[in-house]
């Protein structure tokens, strides 16, 4: 049986470029949570009207506590959630609190759906933001040396961040040349990203939500990038200066900064980019960033080298890998750390928001989806990838690959494992991780094909869950139930010993 599904499978594969289907793409449900007070200022209702215009989005409000919507997206199961957030409220616990709840949607420890916060400097800088339809990432200005930079279509430029007067182009073939610039490069660096050439922009070393410092670990001989009052500035060490406006839509990537992502008002760096900037994503982390970090550097993997996701995506991919490591003690992350790293990276922009890159390189492996319907709603399910070439899809370093994730163009419920070829298969209801390759491992082989088979069926929404209060009632209920039944047989049980005690009394006067 398992040999039978599995030619079945390799010749599926081999039929396939990238998602093989009968697949019945369900409508995505796109929900906006949004404060009172939010919803209240006249040109942030603007964001949610485009929204609702834009996705046909559903919204909920909350009065104080992000918490109070906790039950009604529950029910929702949303595959995209944009929490609206003026920089007031995008607070680091905002963020993190946003983290927590989306994992909490349902009974399982994943993330529950794609999400982001939708956020800037100004409601004009979101609606800019909104009335961008795609965004190809061709070109790539990193301020570290990543190996990414050789993966997309057109390039661009390393810029290493422990070294001084030299920089690295990197040409379209993959040819790299270096070339000698002034030892203090931080002038330079804000005319490259004027330039509008670039489409995302990568930094590391030592951060803070107003600042990145170019040089690594010390500052000298260079300068800073800072931002203040919705603009960002490049400081050189001899205190010029360069106003950072770019034009062009772009992702800024905080790959290795501590505290970039934290929002602690308009002097921020998130708010800066996406009004100066032309950051359409702006991702960084809102809590201190060390070697145990990894809600980064894993990202790439789903949005370059190992896949074709949305940025979005690809954060969320990366989250659900780290969550998997944590829960599973997979060799190689620090599963302690995990537990505080899960809460701490920030994505700002629209989760929904088709941004992909186009690389020059054929990705890891090809993912294939096939779907047998039993009748409407009950459908076998063979989810899983083929190999393009020998490759590691697994955690293998802070700024490496990741499990190969799949998310699902529908929502299931009600899943049956039948078979699966991996160390481990979880199927969530709107995603599969596969477990095929851990450290120590070596490389799987190009055409290799893994995969999971289950059962399952169309979930129905709005999801039907009892309510807090229903709950409260319900557990009520069973309490007052059970101690009626308690009493109930305490109650027979003493009479039972008293008629007893009557009975043996007569016996003993007859005797």
Not at 142 to 149: F, G, H, L, S
Not at 457 to 462: A, D, I, Q, T, V
């Amino acid at each position: 049986m398992k040999k039978t599904l599995f030619l079945f499978i390799f010749i599926l594969v081999l039929l396939t470029e990238n998602v093989c289907s009968p697949v019945v793409v369900e409508d995505k449900v796109y929900a906006v949570v949004v404060s009172k007070s939010t919803l209240s200022k006249p040109g942030w209702k603007k964001i949610v009207d485009k929204l609702v215009e834009k996705y046909s989005a559903l919204v909920l409000v909350y009065k104080d506590d992000l918490r109070e919507v906790h039950f009604n997206l529950s029910r929702l199961a949303p595959d995209y959630v944009c929490f609206i957030a003026t920089l007031n409220e995008a607070s680091p616990e905002f963020v993190k609190s946003v983290n927590r709840l989306m994992r909490e949607l349902d009974s399982d420890p994943y993330v529950d759906a794609i999400w982001a916060i939708l956020t800037g400097y100004s409601y004009e800088d979101i609606l800019k933001i909104l009335s961008l339809s795609r965004l190809k990432v061709k070109r790539i200005l990193a301020c570290c040396c990543v190996k990414w930079v050789y993966y997309v279509k057109e390039g661009g430029i390393m810029k290493p961040e422990t070294k001084y007067g030299l920089l690295y182009i990197i040409y379209p073939n993959g040819t790299k040349v270096e070339k000698k610039i002034p030892k203090d490069s931080t002038l330079l660096l804000a005319d490259l990203v004027n330039s509008n050439q670039f489409d995302m922009i990568i930094t590391s070393g030592h951060g803070n939500h107003n600042r990145w410092q170019v040089h690594y670990p010390s500052p000298w001989p260079e300068g800073y990038f800072i931002s203040q009052d919705g603009k960002v500035y490049a400081i050189a060490a001899n205190n010029s200066a360069r106003l950072i406006k770019s034009t062009n839509p772009k992702i800024y990537f905080g790959l290795g900064n501590c505290y970039i992502g934290a929002i602690l008002g308009k002097d921020s760096m998130a708010p800066a980019w996406i009004h100066s900037g032309g950051a359409v994503f702006y991702t960084g982390y809102v809590i201190e960033e060390g070697p145990y970090s990894y809600m980064m550097g894993g990202i790439p993997a789903y949005f370059i080298e190992q896949d074709n996701y949305t940025w979005a995506e690809a954060f969320f991919a990366n989250q659900q890998s780290a969550i998997f490591d944590m829960i599973n003690l997979v060799p190689g992350p620090n599963h302690e750390y995990l537990k505080k790293d899960i809460n701490g990276p920030a994505l700002y922009g629209d989760p929904a928001l088709d941004v992909r890159a186009e690389v020059s390189i054929k990705r890891m492996y090809t993912r294939f989806i096939h779907v047998e319907y039993l009748n409407q709603t009950c459908m076998n399910i063979t989810v899983g990838i083929v190999m393009n070439k020998d490759g590691t899809p697994g955690w293998n370093g802070k700024w490496g690959n990741r499990h190969p994730v799949i998310v699902l163009p529908f929502r299931v419920e009600n899943v049956t494992v039948i078979s699966t070829n991996a160390y481990k298969a979880v199927v969530a209801d709107n995603f599969v991780l596969l477990y095929v390759w851990k450290k120590g491992d070596p490389p799987l082989k190009k055409g290799s094909v893994y995969y999971v088979s289950f059962t399952a069926y169309l979930m129905k929404r709005p999801r039907k869950i009892p309510s807090a209060e229903k709950k409260e009632a319900f557990l009520w209920t069973t309490l007052v139930v059970l101690l009626a039944g308690v009493s109930a047989v305490v109650i027979v049980l003493v009479v039972f010993k008293i008629r007893k005690k009557i009975f043996s009394k007569s016996t003993s006067e007859f005797t």
